[in-house]
């Protein structure tokens, strides 16, 4: 079985400074793991996604995220916050091989970033 | 924004009423999904056509039937809703490989339902 979990309902964060929203996920097999990102009335926008390689990978806008084996978790990240990129964000994951082909979404964190 | 489209924006209906969702996707994937999308609550997918073939969430009511006439278009038909349907309804599409695998989902605006 595939799960995610995003442990904030909200993260508040000042302009400029670093970022993270947190993900943590459960599978059997190995995971593949995609951040997407929701802005007020649109739909889900891709980040970026882990398969397999680096542990850090690099996204749109200027996010990164890095996967960890040992916590099994995949924290989303930023240097340097900017107001534009307060909007909700969605980890998902899937487990490969023997999991359902289609991922699992988490339950969303709201990310704002204070001027 | 324009790779999956759906129409309209925002419905209003009553509960004795008949409506459908429209999604169209230009991306030239063989795969696309309903999702509803409640607040505080995580986002529950409802129907996945994938190769011409339909995957549903056992837990989806019957006053909502899916339609995929062609790998492009896919449309969600409601009738007799509750105030309890009212939602984002999200469409999506993916390319799905050979061993079914699905990769990156690419998501429509959404329409915003509101039963009365």
């Known amino acids: ?3 995610v979990a995003q442990p904030e309902d ?22 593949y793991l995609f951040w997407y990102v929701q ?11 882990y398969i397999t390689g680096d542990n850090l990978v690099k996204g749109s806008y200027g996010f990164e995220a890095e996967f960890n084996k040992s916590q099994t978790s995949f924290h989303l990240k930023k240097p340097s916050a900017l107001v534009s990129d307060s909007a909700l964000y969605f980890c998902a994951v899937r487990d490969e091989p023997g999991g359902s082909y289609i991922p699992t979404f988490g339950r969303g964190t709201s990310l704002i970033v204070h001027p | 924004e324009t790779g999956v489209t759906q129409t309209p924006r925002h419905l209003v209906m009553g509960m004795t009423n008949k409506k459908s969702l429209k999604c169209e996707q ?3 994937h063989n795969a696309m999904y309903w999702y509803k999308q409640s607040a505080k609550k995580p986002l529950e997918l409802m129907f996945v056509y994938s190769l011409e073939e339909r995957v549903e969430n056992n837990s ?5 039937s899916p339609e995929c006439p062609n790998s492009s278009h896919l449309f969600l038909h409601l009738h007799t ?5 009212s939602a984002l309804y999200l469409c999506a599409s ?3 490989g050979a ?8 998501f429509g605006p959404g329409t915003r339902l509101t039963v009365l």
């Open chain 1, 10 to 31: 909200q993260v508040n964060v000042a302009e400029g400074n670093p970022l993270t929203v947190k993900c943590t996920y459960s599978v059997s097999g190995n995971p």
């Open chain 1, 1 to 3: 079985a595939q799960s």
């Open chain 2, 94 to 96: 993916s390319q799905e």
């Open chain 2, 99 to 106: 061993s079914g695998i699905t990769d990156t989902q690419y």
């Open chain 1, 39 to 49: 802005y007020p009335n649109r739909g889900l926008q891709f980040l970026l996604k």
């Open chain 2, 81 to 85: 809703l509750q105030p309890e349907d």
């Open chain 2, 60 to 64: 989806v009511p019957s006053r909502f």
């Open chain 2, 26 to 28: 230009h991306l030239g």
